[in-house]
Nanobody, 125 residues
Framework: QVQLVESGGGLVQAGDSLRLSCEAS????????MGWFRQAPGKEREFVAA????????YYKDSVKGRFTISRDNARNTVYLQMNSLKPEDTAVYYC??????????????????WGQGTQVTVSS
């Protein structure tokens, strides 16, 4: 069983930055691929970014490339999402996800093993 706790959301203005954190309870954190998803009101949950267990592989949604950076600190059991140049369309609840299978945190979120409770990010124009 893996518990994920997100933090770092908030209300910011367009162009500002935020860093989200997700701390995991997993004993072998490096065994898990980690991902960030988001869900805006009235929309489906969508993939944002993912990172492999060692941190050497990353993958991003096209619309956040160059603005968002995913990273992890395996010594702290934590994954981060640095969000720069935020836009109003980035407004959503952001969820952290963990799974031992890379594909589940990128292409098949409905099969992801573990989810956090979500943290709200609101970007005003």
């Amino acid at each position: 069983q893996v518990q994920l706790v997100e933090s770092g959301g908030g209300l910011v203005q367009a162009g500002d930055s935020l860093r989200l954190s997700c701390e995991a309870s997993a004993r072998t954190f490096s065994s898990y691929a980690m991902g960030w998803f988001r869900q805006a009101p009235g929309k489906e949950r969508e993939f944002v970014a993912a990172i492999g267990g060692s941190g050497g592989t990353t993958y991003y949604k096209d619309s956040v490339k160059g603005r968002f950076t995913i990273s992890r600190d395996n010594a702290r059991n934590t994954v981060y999402l640095q969000m720069n140049s935020l836009k109003p369309e980035d407004t959503a609840v952001y969820y952290c996800a963990a799974d031992t299978a890379w594909g589940r945190v990128t292409t098949t979120p409905n099969r992801v093993g573990y989810w956090g409770q979500g943290t709200q990010v609101t970007v005003s124009s």
